[in-house]
């Protein structure tokens, strides 16, 4: 990613990706949790990174947040900070390996073991016969790990153990598992079955090869981090977690699972918070919840854009406008962006007008409208006219939530309607202009 001098260099400067660590340092903005918490001091991701490193097995997360919110930003920062401590660390991303839309508990466990085997090997591990033959031969049935005398001689000479070789073929085998998890659904059933009925074996492997870690690392547990799990629909999730949570949660290590916003409203989601431990990362905040301007937050969110791009390149309110009507979700605003600079660069301008912004706007806002329908108005208009706080409804909550529709903001817990959905509502005539 580079710094944005230029309208031609926007598109890259607001990539809809996460920082990753090596960009952090000229990118990453610090200063955000104050104005999502409403408190300097309070921070989930701190909290996370605090019990990681304590004493105790209770450490299974879920980290909750809108689609969107910077949450992967965040545990890449965290991932770094953890690394320059000494731990390993791996980040799982969900849908570069799994089809979101087929998903099972047991897919996360084979996942998991490949994140600890390349851990391991990354950190020269020796791992024991008995621990590689074991995860070889639970996925190939019968068939040994061989390691030849010039492999063994060669890992020596290297200064590395005869076990190596080992952990590398155990990686080759998940290369090929993992193509038939997301392709091949006979074969996945297959892999899934086993895991089923011999997950108590497939842990005490896994918690095997965390302890040689932990050995290697003076002590330090490795940390798996699942993303992308909060894009999961509420059928899927619920299906991957709730009938699982003993197992997902009973690792010897820490595991960070990313979760949708939105199932915390279901009743179901305080059976989950005996087995996990939960945090909830909020936008940042851009109005108060009596409809304020927040400046603050406009503040905080106008220094993350100033950290990839010149604020010349927008014209004179053209930020503040694209800032208050995305509500503080940073994905809306990158898209706004890079939508309204790619206007800005066909018409030859150095600049991005607000007409440029408008017609950005525009194109979320069809999106957002297209998820909802006139049945839903009531109900948005109700939390739209002062009721952000004690909302009955769950069910409907919960769906407006995972359509972006409705956001989350701080502590408190108090929401409103995207800002663009009350945009439409202006439009159609259904609130005043006193109230926008």
Sequence with gaps: MKYAAQISEIINAFSPEPLKPDQMQRFYCSDTMEYRMSDKYSSPIEDIADICQEGGNHKAFLLLGHKGCGKSTELNRMSADFEAKGYRVKTVTCSMDLDLFNIVYSDLFILMGEALLQIAEECGCSLDKDTLTGIMNFWKAGEEITVSRKEETTAVEAGGSAETPGILKILDVFVKIKADLKFNEETRKEYRNRISMRSSEWIALLGRVAEEIRRRTGGRSPIIIFEDLDKLNPDDAWKVF????????????????????????????????????????????????????????????????????????????????????????????????????????????????????????????????????????????????????????????????????????????????????ARFFREQGLIGNAQE
């Excluded at 009743?267 to 431990?277: K, L, Q």
């Excluded at 108060?288 to 010349?312: C, F, H, P």
């Excluded at 600079?341 to 607000?354: F, G, L, V």
């Excluded at 806002?365 to 948005?380: A, G, M, N, Q, V």
């Design 242 to 421: 709730y009938h699982y949570a003993a197992i997902l949660s009973g690792m010897s290590f820490p595991v960070i699972y990313t979760f949708p916003i939105g199932l915390s409203y279901d009743a179901r989601f305080s059976a989950m918070e005996g087995y996990f431990i939960t945090r909830t990362l909020p936008m940042i905040k851009i109005e108060t919840i009596d409809g304020q301007s927040y400046d603050n937050g406009i503040a905080v969110i106008m220094e993350i854009v100033e950290k990839r791009a010149k604020l010349s390149l927008f014209e004179e309110n053209v930020l503040k406008t694209l800032i208050r009507y995305t509500g503080g979700s940073l994905r809306d605003l990158f898209h706004a962006i890079n939508s309204a600079a790619k206007r800005a660069e066909r018409r030859s301008s150095a600049t991005i007008s607000m007409e440029d912004a408008e017609r950005a706007l525009e194109e979320i806002k069809t999106s957002l409208t297209r998820r909802i329908e006139r049945r839903d108005y009531e109900f948005l208009l109700n939390i739209y006219n002062g009721n952000k706080e004690l909302i009955e409804d769950k069910e409907m909550l919960l769906k407006m939530l995972q359509a972006s529709v409705v956001l989350e903001y701080n502590g408190k817990r108090w929401h409103n309607v995207h800002p663009l959905v």
